[in-house]
């Protein structure tokens, strides 16, 4: 579905480049982390794919488009919710379609079948105030839905929420991601989360980078908290951690 080919980048303030002739793919409905030490380029590749930057040299594409030649092709939930404080939920919720000019009745229809799968249609008429912040980045990730996108980014959208509450939105987001059958691409600095989250990891371990390590996890329709129990994903934890603490010159 997702095609980077022989993508090379730097920024134009900068000498180094980012990356170099970088090749990857994503396939369709993969729920995909990347990860690696800060500053290693993991946002560069969100940037390039929503069009924010555009590469020197290659090609990027969904379903074999150039994605210069097309339009809501994927969506980005920040890190922060960036909910407006002084509209209602359903306003927040309903800005992608707001923005495209969908009829109001349509746009509220959508809102309801949304809050209703985030389990938030009581808070309809509410405002960000009203809301946890658990309860805030469901409203973030409903928003993103409803840019009609099939490719999702997500960049650390939990790493503001204490432990607990970070652990309930990693299981509610996977639940997510099997009813909705979208493609999610997903940076975080937690090896842990990528493991339990996605079926493939991307791993930058150079800069610039020309290639990323890949793991494939696997099991992402049945998985559980009891997944990350197993002596095989303990090890290749303990090995992922290492490896991201040797990048960053902590060993």
């Known amino acids: 579905m997702l095609e980077f080919r022989d993508v090379t980048f730097r920024y134009k303030e900068d000498d180094d480049y980012i990356m170099k002739n970088l090749n990857f793919k994503v396939e369709k ?48 939930m920040p890190q922060k919710d960036l909910l407006f404080p002084w509209r209602t939920i359903e306003e927040n919720i309903s800005l992608p379609m707001e923005i495209k000019k969908v009829p109001k009745k349509e746009r509220h229809k959508k809102c309801v079948e949304v809050l209703k799968e985030v389990g938030l249609l009581d808070y309809i008429n509410k405002y960000p105030r009203d809301l946890s912040g658990g309860m805030k980045q469901r409203v973030s990730f409903g928003r993103t839905i409803l840019t009609g996108s099939d490719i999702l980014l997500l960049d650390e959208p939990f790493s503001a929420l204490d432990y607990l509450t970070r652990m309930d939105m990693q299981e509610w987001i ?34 610039p980078f020309c290639k990323m390590d890949r793991v494939d996890i696997g099991n992402g329709e049945n998985k559980t908290r009891d997944f990350l129990k197993q002596e095989e994903i303990i090890s290749l934890k303990e090995r992922l951690i290492n490896n991201l603490r040797l990048r960053e010159g902590r060993i």
């Open 174 to 207: 996977l639940s997510q991601w099997r009813n909705l059958k979208k493609t999610i691409i997903f940076i975080t600095h937690d090896v842990e989360e990528a493991l339990f989250l996605s079926d493939t990891i991307y791993i930058i371990n150079e800069k």
């Open 29 to 76: 409905g993969q729920f995909v982390s990347i990860i690696g030490p800060s500053g290693c380029g993991k946002s560069t590749i969100f940037r390039l794919l929503n069009g924010l930057e555009k590469p020197e040299s290659g090609e990027i594409l969904v379903d074999g488009k150039d994605i210069s030649t097309l339009k809501d092709y994927c969506a980005f």
